[in-house]
């Protein structure tokens, strides 16, 4: 990885600081750190606009938007001051102070049962509304630091891990998939970094690889590697600089595909979502946005004189516009023809947006670098962070 991706990803998970290539996953055995008493946690209110408050003195904090639950509270997940939510009138903060695994926080999901489950840098953890507690409290890989977490439409757990690829949970077996040298990965890796997870419309599920794997889809028996095509690697638009003999053994691995200029534009995403049409739209790490509508990819950097770097997230909101957020220039949002960009100047938190959620009244919610948090309500941007 180049100086600018361990730039770049350090500053989305604050706690790879020291540990960039010593993460673990989510699943080690581990003491149980919950309490024997129901919680009560610290309760954050202000007299006129509620605010996400630091408790633990982090000074960066990224916030990430993750769920609105059945009972229609929001919840952030942070790197370093644990998680938040939001009932609409007041934010309350969950640390290790009140049970939570770690205060490092990447994904958080709600089970069948009503149980949010918060993926952290010690493993998997679980709400029931009163206390936490750890979710594998037998399994040897319980420890693994999680970075994503999806509950599929047959209430299977999938959470993506550093450094041991994806793992399925379906109530009894826990099952590893893209690890240990199941597939011969472009630069010598064997295992995938997985940032997000999503199942398309037809039932298979997707994942985002951020060490080089590109996305991969998977049927239910078996796993489709999308790579870009051998130009990609050959002008070297990966970045990396590899040596002459990686570079040969990545084109010879390659020439088994099928790729050409239709490929998807990156082999790094940080995101996937499914627009209403059934289109994938693929965030990626230096070619801005890129869909995919089952047969062709399409650049949205070079087609449409989008963003031409980083884009950390997309979202269709309610009414039909694509919204994008950046690395460093605000947020776009497409309406079908044109592109709307909002920065700071228009009222945003900050120039970096890390993630995107859209409300049931239909307000978007943006988690930033710097632990910051907008919302939008259609007119005007609000700061809900302090």
């Known amino acids: 990885m180049n100086t600018y991706d361990a730039h770049f990803f350090r500053s989305i998970f604050s706690i790879l600081i020291a540990l960039l290539m010593l993460f673990s996953s989510c699943n080690a055995q581990v003491r149980s750190n919950a309490p024997t008493e129901p919680i009560e946690p610290l309760k954050i209110s202000a007299s006129k606009l509620p605010k996400m408050i630091r408790t633990q003195g982090v000074q960066s904090g990224n916030v990430f938007c993750e769920l609105q639950d059945k009972e229609g509270n929001l919840w952030f997940s942070t790197g370093g001051e644990g998680i938040y939510r939001y009932d609409g009138e007041s934010f309350t903060n969950f640390t290790t102070e009140d049970g939570l695994c770690n205060n490092n926080v990447k994904g958080i999901i709600q089970d069948k049962e009503g149980n949010i489950l918060i993926g952290t840098e010690t493993g998997l953890c679980k709400y029931d509304g009163k206390t936490f507690s750890k979710y594998f409290q037998k399994d040897l890989k319980s420890d693994h630091m999680i970075s994503s977490l999806f509950l599929d439409s047959e209430d299977n757990i999938w959470f993506g891990t550093m450094n041991n690829g994806v793992y399925r949970y379906d109530g009894k077996t826990l099952t590893n998939f893209l690890n240990n040298n199941d597939h011969t990965f472009n630069l010598g890796n064997h295992h995938q970094l997985i940032l997000d997870i999503i199942q398309d419309r037809k039932g298979d599920l997707w994942f985002s690889s951020w060490n080089g794997g590109a996305v991969w889809r998977f049927d239910g028996k078996s796993f489709t590697n999308y790579l870009p095509s051998k130009n990609y690697y050959l002008s070297n638009e990966d970045g990396r600089n590899?040596?002459?003999?990686?570079?040969?053994?990545?084109?010879?691995?390659?020439?088994?595909?099928?790729?050409?200029?239709?490929?998807?534009?990156?082999?790094?995403?940080?995101?996937?979502?499914?627009?209403?049409?059934?289109?994938?739209?693929?965030?990626?790490?230096?070619?801005?946005?890129?869909?995919?509508?089952?047969?062709?990819?399409?650049?949205?950097?070079?087609?449409?004189?989008?963003?031409?770097?980083?884009?950390?997230?997309?979202?269709?909101?309610?009414?039909?516009?694509?919204?994008?957020?950046?690395?460093?220039?605000?947020?776009?949002?497409?309406?079908?023809?044109?592109?709307?960009?909002?920065?700071?100047i228009d009222g945003l938190v900050h120039n970096s947006v890390f993630s995107i959620l859209e409300d049931k009244d239909g307000n978007l919610w943006f988690g930033t670098r710097g632990f910051g948090l907008s919302r939008f309500d259609g007119r005007s941007f609000t700061t809900f962070s302090e």
Request: with cysteine.
């Open 242 to 344: 590899t040596n002459k003999s990686e570079s040969e053994s990545l084109i010879t691995y390659l020439s088994g595909f099928s790729l050409t200029q239709d490929s998807i534009t990156d082999d790094m995403i940080f995101s996937i979502t499914e627009d209403k049409g059934g289109d994938l739209w693929f965030a990626t790490r230096r070619h801005g946005a890129c869909k995919y509508d089952g047969k062709t990819f399409y650049s949205f950097r070079e087609n449409e004189n989008f963003v031409s770097y980083g884009v950390y997230a997309i979202l269709e909101d309610k009414k039909g516009n694509m919204w994008f957020t950046t690395d460093k220039n605000g947020v776009y949002c497409y309406d079908g023809k044109t592109f709307k960009n909002y920065t700071t």
